[in-house]
């Protein structure tokens, strides 16, 4: 069955730098276009970046441009986002989610995806 497996996540201070991992099984991984998202505790979950299948397409919250990046491994079935200059309010549970798509578009919106890992925590302090 397709698993999606989170890594990289854990507690750093403000201004830090983390590198999480998405790593996929029990799927053609190169058909798909992957997500990132994060839900902080009493609030929604929200987009974060995206991926189209090839890497050639990318997406970013806002308040993450600049600081964060996305990137994908095709050989290693596993997608990347590196954290740079970390912020408290960065603070979050994070999921990837896999969608199947052939094209170079990328989705903003969670139903869209039809996989999803089971999270890691990132913390950053003040």
């Known amino acids: 069955q397709v698993q999606l497996v989170e890594s990289g996540g854990g507690l750093v201070q403000a201004g830090g730098s983390l590198r999480l991992s998405c790593a996929a099984s029990g799927l053609t991984f190169s058909r798909y276009a992957v997500g990132w998202f994060r839900q902080a505790p009493g609030k929604e979950r929200e987009f974060v970046a995206a991926?189209?299948?090839?890497?050639?397409?990318?997406g970013y919250l806002d308040s993450v441009k600049g600081r964060f990046t996305i990137s994908r491994d095709n050989a290693k079935n596993t997608v990347y986002l590196q954290m740079n200059s970390l912020k408290p309010e960065d603070t979050a549970k994070y999921y990837c989610?896999?969608?199947?798509?052939?094209?170079?578009?990328?989705?903003?919106?969670?139903?869209?995806?039809?996989?999803w890992g089971q999270g890691t925590q990132v913390t950053v302090s003040s």
């Open positions: 989610a896999a969608r199947e798509s052939g094209n170079t578009n990328v989705s903003r919106t969670s139903t869209q995806y039809a996989y």
């Open positions: 991926i189209s299948w090839s890497g050639g397409s990318t």
